[in-house]
């Protein structure tokens, strides 16, 4: 079967569903019905959700899992849920986000003392 199409491929607002129909007898129910607010994510969000819920929502797995970090994840979670119509809590200020990226790589050893001594001082931000 097709996948359900989340929007109108003339003018691309939202679609509804109209019509269900039984697959043995053939019987029709017509009328409106709402869709599943998951239906309407993207597919790398549903993607991202099912790697999400595979692995208990346990960011620390996600991280091993994905070789995203936990910065990278969350945003991403944060996408899911505004994308879902929920009203996302702001988050850290991006630079304070991209600067523990870049602490958590360095822990990581991904990349070494000047690395990261570079990569922060290009933040504008002084090292402890």
Not at 13 to 36: D, R
Not at 43 to 57: A, M, P, V
């Amino acid at each position: 079967m097709s996948v359900i199409p989340r929007k109108c491929p003339s003018c691309s607002a939202p679609l509804v569903v109209t019509q269900l129909s039984c697959t043995k007898c053939e019987t029709n129910v017509v009328g409106l019905y709402e869709i599943n607010p998951f239906l309407r994510l993207s597919n790398e969000s549903l993607q991202f959700l099912e790697t999400f819920i595979q692995n208990r929502g346990n960011v620390k797995e996600m991280e091993r899992v994905t070789g995203e970090s936990y910065w990278v994840i969350r945003r991403r979670l944060d996408e899911v849920i505004a994308e879902l119509g929920y009203e996302v809590e702001p988050v850290e200020d991006e630079l304070l986000a991209r600067r523990q990226e870049i602490l958590s790589r360095l822990s990581k050893g991904e990349i070494d003392v000047k690395e990261a001594t570079r990569q922060l001082s290009l933040l504008g931000e002084a090292i402890p």
